[in-house]
C-alpha cells in the first residue's frame, strides 16, 4: 500500500515539476500597440458582461499581450538565443496584422494575426531549437485538427510548424459558451470601434517567458526580453 502510494506522489511530483518548467517564446509589442490590445479587452469585457458573460485573465504583468511562437518547452533550452533568433528573423520593422475576433472551442476569445512569413519563419527559428526540450504538457484537445493532433502527439505542443496556422493574441478564457451570432457580431464590431484603420501591431521584440499553471498558457514572467534591432514606434 505503502509502495503504491510512494509512486502515486513520485507522478504527482514529476507532473508538477514539469509544470512548474514550461515556458514559451512569444513577439510582445511596443507599449502603445499593448495598450491598444488592453483596450480592445475592456470592451470585449464590457460587451460580454451585458450578456451574462465574463472574460479573464484581464492582461497585466502576469497576463501579458503576446502573440505564442511556441510553448511547453523545458528549461533545459537556451532561451537566450532561441529569443534571438526569432527576434532576428523580425528585424526592427516587424509589425502583425489585425485580422478578426475568433472563437476558439470550447471557450477561448481569440485576436487573429495575419500569418505573414516573417511571423511563419520566427515560429520555425524558435521550433527548430525547442525540439529535444518539450515538457509535453500540452492538454488533448477534442477541438483539435489532424495536424494539431500529429504535433501534439509528436512534440507536446500542438501548434508546431505546418499546424501554426493561427498566430493571435488570447484575451481571455470565457465563462460559459458564446451561442448566439448577436455577440459575436458586437465583438467583431468592438475591432472596428478600438482600432479603426488602423489595424496594425509594432512588434518590441521576443520574450522567452514562464507559462502560468492555471491552464491557460498565460505570460505569467518574463524570463528573458530580446528587443528587436531598430524599432520604430
Known amino acids: 500500500m505503502l509502495r503504491a502510494m510512494d509512486r502515486a506522489l513520485s507522478v504527482v511530483l514529476l507532473q508538477s515539476t514539469a509544470a512548474a518548467a514550461a515556458t514559451g517564446f512569444a513577439i510582445v509589442f511596443t507599449p502603445k500597440s499593448e495598450k491598444?490590445?488592453?483596450?480592445?479587452?475592456?470592451?470585449?469585457?464590457?460587451?460580454?458582461?451585458?450578456?451574462?458573460?465574463?472574460?479573464?485573465?484581464?492582461?497585466?504583468?502576469?497576463?501579458?499581450?503576446?502573440?505564442?511562437?511556441?510553448?511547453?518547452?523545458?528549461?533545459?533550452?537556451?532561451?537566450?538565443?532561441?529569443?534571438?533568433?526569432?527576434?532576428?528573423?523580425?528585424?526592427?520593422?516587424?509589425?502583425?496584422?489585425?485580422?478578426?475576433?475568433?472563437?476558439?472551442?470550447?471557450?477561448?476569445?481569440?485576436?487573429?494575426?495575419?500569418?505573414?512569413?516573417?511571423?511563419?519563419?520566427?515560429?520555425?527559428?524558435?521550433?527548430?531549437?525547442?525540439?529535444?526540450?518539450?515538457?509535453?504538457?500540452?492538454?488533448?484537445?477534442?477541438?483539435?485538427?489532424?495536424?494539431?493532433?500529429?504535433?501534439?502527439?509528436?512534440?507536446?505542443?500542438?501548434?508546431?510548424?505546418?499546424?501554426?496556422?493561427?498566430?493571435?493574441?488570447?484575451?481571455g478564457v470565457l465563462s460559459d459558451v458564446v451561442r448566439r451570432e448577436d455577440v459575436m457580431r458586437e465583438l467583431q464590431g468592438a475591432v472596428c470601434e478600438v482600432f479603426g484603420g488602423d489595424t496594425t501591431l509594432h512588434v518590441a521584440g521576443v520574450t522567452h517567458y514562464a507559462m502560468s499553471q492555471d491552464g491557460r498558457g498565460s505570460h505569467a514572467r518574463t524570463l528573458h526580453f530580446e528587443p528587436v534591432v531598430g524599432c520604430r514606434e
Not at 43 to 70: D, N, Q, W, Y
Not at 129 to 137: K, L, N, P, Q
Not at 157 to 166: G, K, L, P, S, V
Open 36 to 171: 491598444r490590445v488592453a483596450s480592445l479587452q475592456d470592451r470585449a469585457m464590457e460587451i460580454l458582461g451585458h450578456h451574462g458573460l465574463s472574460l479573464s485573465p484581464r492582461f497585466c504583468e502576469t497576463a501579458r499581450v503576446h502573440v505564442t511562437l511556441v510553448q511547453q518547452v523545458g528549461d533545459t533550452a537556451d532561451g537566450r538565443a532561441i529569443a534571438r533568433a526569432a527576434a532576428a528573423v523580425l528585424g526592427g520593422d516587424a509589425t502583425a496584422e489585425i485580422e478578426s475576433i475568433h472563437l476558439q472551442a470550447p471557450n477561448w476569445l481569440f485576436l487573429n494575426i495575419r500569418l505573414d512569413e516573417c511571423i511563419k519563419a520566427a515560429h520555425v527559428a524558435c521550433a527548430d531549437r525547442c525540439v529535444g526540450h518539450m515538457v509535453g504538457t500540452d492538454r488533448k484537445n477534442q477541438a483539435d485538427t489532424q495536424q494539431e493532433a500529429e504535433m501534439r502527439a509528436r512534440y507536446g505542443y500542438r501548434y508546431m510548424y505546418d499546424a501554426y496556422t493561427i498566430p493571435h493574441v488570447t484575451l
